[in-house]
């Protein structure tokens, strides 16, 4: 799984749902879970081609045999294509139109996953069989007459029936999926490595599911989490995977929504290099100590040196400035021998 994956499934699901399904607010391992959500949810057919679409992605990434991925990858983005053409014949009624909606809707009755036909979670195959047949079979009719047959006939008409005549109690998910899939499907897995999962650059369904479920969720045994090219930190606060692999994650409140992750010192020279705009590294792990409210562990050299750090073009310069004052008020009300240090290092700086 890639990173976005658990929290895009929470996202659209809702947090809350997974809590009313299995008590908890990350994803379910039971596929009838799944099930009871989105039959109780209100769905337009332009949500419905987004998710569809974003599921054909992930169907077709991470499969190492032939089991699996490619054929659900196909069953996603077909019924994508009826979802598509359904929504082109609702703007324009006519004959060419609805006849596309027939043929891609005959198509997807036989499309087949690894194990059986796209439908049987919710129908045999055969009970369609009756509807599409282009030939009497002898003298048999249209279906056969046994108890199985029958059965299923009155299945195919019941499922039909309740679809269009009964009035089910629906709601909306909580989160909008035309704008959550949509901003999915426009992003590469690549792309989290500088816009971290859980940092305010994503949009917020997402970054604040996956604050929610986080870290655990984030990071699978996949290249992206155990191989240090292509490693995607998730930004998260707690992650100890981000931490053992000497990420310094900066994500705060600034006027231009400016996220910034950077490394620490003995960090793997794969990563990019900091621009010549940016402050020095040890001015953002310590500011990132004191967001942490870690101020007993920022001694009076590591200060000095984070102050001496701040470059003034750097997009988060008033933010560290702020933070260093945090710290540096605090400490001045409370220690004053490190105060003291400070002052003594600085040689007569102006830090007020």
Known sequence: MSI??????VAAIGSNKFVELHDKVTPSKNRKHYYLALEGYELTYQEMEKALRWCGKQFRTGWSTNFGGKK????????ADLAAAIIKFMDDVNETNIKKVTALANMAENYAHNTGNLYNKFMEKEGFTAGTLHDMKDTEGWFGHSQKDLNRMFRTYEVTRTFLEETLETTRPENNWYELFDYLLKKSTMSYKHTPICSKLVPKPLQVTANLIGPKWLHHDTKYTLNDEYFLPCGHDDCITCDDKDIIAVSLDV??????????????????????????IITYKVAQMIKHKEYDNVDAEMFTDAWNGLQINDPMYKVLVRMLKKQLKKKIATDEDWSSKVSEIMSGVDVE
Do not use: Q
């Open 255 to 280: 006027d231009s929504g400016f996220t910034s992750m950077l490394l620490s010192e003995d960090a793997p020279s794969a990563f990019f290099a900091l621009e010549h705009n940016k402050s020095h």
């Open 72 to 79: 659900w990858a196909d069953c996603a983005h077909g019924v």
């Open 4 to 9: 976005e994956f658990a929290p895009a499934i």
